[in-house]
């Protein structure tokens, strides 16, 4: 009989690839962290064993979920300045309190307190884009959680870099150091085309050539974002983007709630990526992202939760049931944007966006394990008649039970692994102390 670290049995796995699919009564066989086998429960069992073996009867096993756009560390600001338009919360609140307050202990603790959050919601994997990414780098790795880390660029100085030079010169850095970690890779994340100049864009759109790593950046998140900038050049930012180099299979366009048919037809034919940020794009009246569009012209999809400033939660299950529901609605078509492609976007979607779908995004043979089990015997989500409708109609982030990276179990039966909760929670108290004067 041969062995394996870890024999995960579930009532459903729903492997996402192929689409669709639900495999009743099977069990996904994790040898070194990586996915060996998706078996009948019953054949499982005849060939494998393990010391310590996982019985999930009333579950849905699905492949880690991938939040595709985050500022992590900004849970430290979750409530802090809600029901405002954009900028007004941004310039007026978001800019003066991270200019007094962030800096590495504000970067660790955020980043902490945010992993923590979207380990207990079914996230296995996160993009961010915040300052200090080698800090948010190392609070990852150190937490076993997989990550994305954005070499942010801006054109102004903050506590983290003075230029554009410093910010590329530090990030690469960042790059370098993580070059060969197993649960760490980069991206070059501009802030927006509003506060990134030109120069500093064709540097990133080179570096990514050479280093074949991804672009991530906000873009077309309002109407008014796109109406400055016909004003001011003449140009859409995603036509002014596509000059300068960046539209390509790199690129994360984030939001992209402004569109018309030549935008959709220009991230198509570059073979680029969309976030959609469906509850952030509410709470801020940014607009609504017209998925369905989207995916009929045959462009990746990915979720993500953006901050929890402007959310207020990193719960992606959540994002998938507004995904859905807005998605239908903005299409006028009840079979829009349904259950199975939501699913898809917030796995295999995010994981392709990431350049990380030969490694995670679904549950095959090959791709590291990164697993979410999700408890639908719960009262609220039963009877279960499709458990892909129920998981992105019904489900709440409390009905996840375990979670693994790379076949490290982070959440087990609802406790985490490898963060202490009680000091996350002191943690947070304290800096809610330290930053009240900015609400």
């Known amino acids: 009989m041969k062995h394996a670290d870890s024999l995960i049995s579930a009532r459903w796995i729903i492997p996402v690839e192929p689409h669709a699919t639900v495999l009743e009564e099977h069990t996904v066989v994790v040898v070194n962290g990586t996915i060996e086998a998706v078996l009948p429960t019953r054949e499982a069992l005849a060939d494998w064993q393990c010391d310590h073996p996982v019985e999930l009867p009333g579950h849905a096993l699905i492949p880690g979920l991938v939040n595709a756009h985050t500022h992590a560390a900004m849970s430290l600001m979750r409530g ?4 405002l338009p ?6 007026e609140h978001i800019w003066p309190a991270e200019a007094r307050w962030v800096g590495e202990g504000f970067v660790r603790d955020g980043t902490r ?6 380990v207990r919601s079914g996230t296995t994997c996160f993009n961010d884009m915040y300052f200090f990414p080698d800090i948010a780098a190392r609070v990852a790795s150190d937490a076993g959680m997989r990550a994305c880390i954005g070499m942010i660029v801006i054109d102004f100085p903050t506590a983290w870099a003075a230029d554009h030079d410093d910010y590329l010169r530090k990030g690469l850095a960042v790059h370098d150091h993580y070059r060969h970690d197993p ?3 980069t991206a070059f994340a501009p802030h927006a085309p509003y506060t990134v100049s030109d120069l500093p864009l064709q540097r990133i759109a080179t570096y990514a050539e050479e280093l074949d790593v991804p672009i991530h950046i906000h873009v077309h998140e309002t109407a008014g974002e796109v109406a400055q900038a016909l004003e001011q050049s003449g140009d859409r930012p995603l036509a002014r983007l596509d000059r300068l180099g960046l539209v390509s299979r790199r690129l994360m366009a984030v939001h992209m709630t402004a569109l018309d048919d030549d935008d959709i037809a220009r991230v198509a034919a570059g073979g680029a990526s969309v976030v959609h940020c469906p509850q952030s794009n509410l709470k801020l009246a940014s607009g609504l992202c017209p998925v369905q569009r989207l995916l009929d012209a045959g462009i990746n999809v990915a979720l993500g939760t953006d901050g929890a400033a402007s959310n207020n939660d990193l719960d992606l299950l959540g994002e998938m049931q507004s995904a859905a529901l807005i998605g239908k609605i903005t299409a006028g078509n009840a079979a829009a944007v349904d259950a199975a492609s939501v699913l898809r976007m917030a796995t295999l979607g995010g994981a392709t966006a990431l ?3 030969d490694r995670i995004g679904s549950i095959t043979p090959g791709k590291a394990a990164d697993l979410t089990a999700i408890d639908l015997s719960a009262l609220e989500t039963q009877p279960v008649y499709h458990p892909i409708s129920q998981i992105v109609y019904a489900a709440g982030r409390e009905q996840v039970s375990d979670v693994w990276v790379a076949g490290r179990r982070l959440l087990k039966q609802r406790r985490l692994t490898t963060l202490d909760e009680e000091t996350l929670l002191a943690s947070a108290a304290q800096w809610r102390e330290r930053m009240a004067e900015f609400d």
Do not use: P
């Not at 802090?80 to 029901?83: Q, S």
């Not at 954009?86 to 310039?91: H, I």
């Not at 307190?113 to 979207?118: F, G, N, Q, S, V």
């Open 113 to 118: 307190l945010a992993i923590a959050e979207m």
């Open 355 to 357: 350049g990380l779908d």
């Open 80 to 83: 802090m300045a809600d029901d």
């Open 86 to 91: 954009l900028m007004t919360w941004l310039n």
């Open 183 to 185: 649960l760490i890779t």
